[in-house]
């Protein structure tokens, strides 16, 4: 008997003393943490480069009982290590190491004589010529896992009368290998894709064959942004873009201006020689990384890197991101990644003790093939393809299928989240983050939506206050079909609104939706160049709640419409509308009146116009979420070309004006890797015909204190009118790279932003002696242009402008200097 004690004691020893979890801080001689050493366990390649605090954690499967700490001018430290958990030791480096045969770097390193650059060169010889570059055509299999996590649990935080009636969750608390800090989990999305890709013509496609969700959201809306938290990426490219966010690669060409390099060791890894380069940043607030890579001597071709980007990194929301990756040799000179590990800690601090989510991304990949060729047309995107099977697998097909098996806390997730869905008091906080993430209050009972209810409240100065009261029918993401409207009432008019409006989506495949609607409101219509025939579509001037100047230049507008959309390829779509619109000023302060006829003796006050119009829309790279007749955008950073043409016909239905339109827009967000983002804007037009002011184009202003895009921050509604134009918009975001060279100003992560916005436009005689209204028709003939110039990220969520007119300056009432602001959350 006592010989079986001692076997299951040593047995359950060695189980839980079989992990080595080591934690601390390194510093120099005065104390002072010393960031990027380079911490590992003895024998192994496990380890960490300590933070920019000095501070370190990480664990091993082994068990290993000897440290070794080292940093290039220091002397190297080996410690002796307890079995099992070793935590908050401080390792004391000194200084005036000596060793034959290697240079030594301290500080920033230098950019001549340094084997670490030699090797680094090599790589950029040959990453256009590893791993699947290196085949004309090739697919393999691909499980991604993706997990959200509370972490820094602690016992007050389990206490919260949040948590109240959800006690049981805490049962699946687990501890980061990582940063050895508690968390719990509190989602996970599991997919199963076959990828293929053909060099040659630069196409890929990813066919999703089976997904799975904790139950907080289904379907693929989850999995869309999802993938725009964790977009994928190449080690090799110059840029690795995260959250928004161009980050230097530091196997990047230009990764010698910002990262600091050093040859730190060799060794055999899977019987290749490989050489270990330890890297960190030369300066902070910059987006780079820190961390090692062990690189193959022969081929170039990484075998395993690690990156943690720099906590001082000009990034909101996200105090950690830690990334590996690993590849595996499938012949002598073919290394092919198999293994992608990314973790963000999300949090509103970056203190080391805040509170806040864990984002895990693991994807494994597996049974690579090559030089399997596919017909082009394999690669054509589904425009609107949904296989709800894909998200209906059994638990049976995802234990056999899955590239690993889940964890214990990772299964267990579900079967939490299951029992947590039935308790009332996480209904609330659910329902609650829905409605504050869509705008809308949902009414299972009825299959209705009540909103938005960000539209509840305006105000402006005909209608006074305004209410408006809304809903759509809503039975889920993917609907074919929605009906939506509102109803609106002006406690200064005492007048009553209204919008209502249908959609209904008759080929799946094609996308082909017919629309129709009605809408009677009162709008303000001189702030967009472009047509829009959306029938409950309403100008953010028509009711802002906070505006400059007088807004009683409004119009009753009483639009009927009935339209076709098809989206033939992913992207392109073409939409005709047949509309029937009559337009009135909604104030005795302003006039859309008009002359009947030459001699200039009748006037008409309302106008009634028949129009077909005919749209073309090009969106490439644009990614949205649903299948139904309303998608909603992942992000704004696509191009977007768009063509209109409208034909006006006078008579149908006591018509008032023939007339031909033609509009085109384009807008173009440039990556400027390194130096933020570009966003450019063209608009043109011109008008074939006699219109009058309320058929004209208005060069669009800006009364409100806001920063509207498209829109000239200096002018007046109606200070310009054209029915010929063209106007073209600069807008450079540097993201902060100016300021992280600036001492004192570094810290506070604040980001720039430079502008410049011109229009040239003309109004022909013809449509000049129309006007009636007492308005005086001004063109922009000379170019009206103005600057701008402003700081983004003050206190995470504020960005201010200030905009400088350049011409047109003795206008009567012009506007020379304007400060504008904005709010938003943003990386």
């Known amino acids: 008997m006592k010989k079986k004690i001692l076997f299951f004691t040593l047995f359950f020893t060695t189980i839980i003393f079989g992990q080595t979890k080591v934690g601390g801080k390194v510093v120099d001689e005065m104390n002072e943490p010393i960031a990027f050493a380079n911490v590992v366990l003895k024998g192994s390649r496990d380890g960490v480069i300590t933070d920019d605090n000095g501070n370190f954690y990480f664990e091993s499967e082994g068990n290993y009982d000897i440290l070794i700490v080292s940093f290039v001018g220091y002397d190297k430290v080996e410690l002796k290590l307890v079995p099992g958990l070793n935590k908050d030791l401080k390792i004391v480096l000194k200084s005036g190491i000596s060793l034959n045969e290697v240079t030594v770097y301290t500080g920033k390193t230098s950019k001549k004589n340094n084997p670490a650059l030699d090797i680094l060169r090599k790589i950029w010889e040959r990453r256009r010529k590893n791993g699947l570059k290196m085949f004309k055509h090739y697919q393999y299999e691909k499980y991604e896992k993706v997990e959200f996590d509370l972490n820094t649990i602690d016992s007050a935080f389990m206490k919260s009368k949040v948590f109240k009636g959800m006690e049981f969750v805490f049962k699946q608390i687990d501890t980061s290998k990582i940063s050895g800090k508690t968390f719990l989990p509190i989602f996970i999305n599991e997919t199963l894709s076959q990828v293929y890709g053909n060099n040659e013509v630069k196409k890929t496609k990813e066919i999703t064959t089976a997904n799975k969700n904790s139950g907080l959201g289904s379907g693929d809306g989850v999995n869309t942004f999802i993938k725009d938290l964790y977009a994928d990426y190449d080690i090799y490219d110059n840029y690795l873009k995260f959250f928004d966010k161009d980050f230097v690669s530091p196997l990047s060409r230009t990764g010698i201006n910002v990262y600091n390099y050093v040859l730190s060791d060799s060794m055999y890894i899977d019987n290749k020689w490989c050489y270990n380069i330890v890297y960190y940043p030369r300066r902070k607030n910059e987006l780079t990384f820190k961390g090692d890579f062990w690189v193959n001597d022969t081929t170039f071709a990484i075998k395993k890197i690690n990156l943690e980007a720099s906590k001082s990194a000009n990034i909101n929301w996200v105090k950690e991101i830690y990334i590996e990756q690993e590849f595996e040799v499938m012949n002598d000179s073919v290394f092919l990644l198999t293994r992608d590990y990314m973790m963000s800690d999300f949090s509103f601090s970056k203190k080391e003790e805040s509170k806040g989510v864990y984002g895990k991304r693991t994807t494994l990949f597996k049974n690579h093939q090559f030089n399997l060729p596919k017909e082009?047309?394999?690669?054509?995107?589904?425009?609107?393809?949904?296989?709800?099977?894909?998200?209906?697998?059994?638990?049976?097909?995802?234990?056999?299928?899955?590239?690993?098996?889940?964890?214990?806390?990772?299964?267990?997730?579900?079967?939490?989240?299951?029992?947590?869905?039935?308790?009332?008091?996480?209904?609330r906080i659910y329902s609650l983050a829905t409605i504050l993430g869509s705008g809308y209050i949902e009414i299972p009972k009825w299959k209705l939506d009540y909103g938005p209810i960000f539209s509840s409240f305006g105000y402006n100065d005909v209608e006074g206050q305004r209410l408006r009261f809304g809903g759509r029918t809503y039975f889920g993401s993917n609907d074919t079909w929605r009906l939506q409207g509102y109803t609106a009432y002006g406690f200064r008019d005492n007048k009553f609104k209204y919008g209502i409006s249908?959609?209904?989506m008759v080929d799946k495949k094609n996308r082909i939706i017919l629309s129709a609607g009605n809408r009677r409101d009162v709008e303000q219509m001189g702030v967009s160049l472009t047509t829009s025939n959306d029938v409950l579509g309403r100008s953010f001037a028509s009711s802002a709640l906070f505006a400059s100047g007088v807004n009683n230049q409004l119009t009753s507008v009483n639009l009927t419409t009935i339209g076709l959309e098809i989206e033939p390829v992913k992207n392109l779509t073409f939409q005709t509308n047949l509309s029937y619109r009559t337009l009135k000023s909604a104030s005795d302060q302003f006039s859309l009146d008009y002359y009947t006829d030459g001699s200039q003796t009748t006037t008409k006050s309302e106008v009634k116009q028949s129009e077909i119009n005919l749209v073309t829309e090009f969106t490439p790279k644009r990614r949205t979420v649903g299948y139904g007749v309303e998608r909603l955008d992942v992000d704004n950073n696509y191009a977007r070309l768009f063509l209109s043409y409208s034909q006006g016909f006078k008579g149908v239905m006591n018509s008032d004006f023939d007339y031909q339109k033609v509009q085109f827009y384009y807008r173009q967000p440039v990556l400027i890797g390194g130096f933020g983002r570009l966003f450019s804007t063209f608009e043109t037009g011109k008008i074939f015909g006699e219109v009058p002011l309320g058929l004209m184009g208005v060069i669009p202003g800006n009364q409100s204190w806001f920063v509207i895009e498209n829109t000239y921050n200096l002018l007046n509604y109606y200070d310009f009118v054209a029915d010929e134009y063209a106007s073209l918009h600069f807008e450079h975001h540097f993201n902060g790279r100016l300021f992280s060279r600036i001492p004192y100003l570094r810290k506070l992560n604040l980001r720039e932003i430079i502008g410049i916005k011109g229009v040239y436009g003309k109004v022909s005689n013809e449509n000049?002696?129309?006007?009636?209204?007492?308005?005086?028709?001004?063109?922009?003939?000379?170019?009206?242009?103005?600057?701008?110039?402003?700081?983004?990220n003050i206190f995470k969520v504020l960005r201010i402008d200030c905009a400088w007119r350049g011409s047109y300056l003795e206008m009567p009432n012009a506007r020379k200097f304007a400060v504008r602001a904005s709010f938003g959350f943003y990386f």
């Open 376 to 427: 082009d047309k394999f690669f054509k995107e589904e425009v609107n393809f949904y296989d709800n099977s894909v998200f209906n697998k059994s638990d049976e097909f995802w234990a056999e299928n899955r590239f690993e098996n889940l964890n214990k806390n990772e299964a267990g997730i579900y079967k939490m989240l299951d029992t947590l869905k039935e308790v009332p008091r996480f209904k």
């Open 502 to 504: 249908g959609k209904w």
């Open 768 to 792: 000049k002696l129309l006007n009636a209204s007492g308005l005086t028709y001004t063109a922009p003939e000379d170019i009206y242009w103005e600057y701008h110039a402003g700081i983004g």
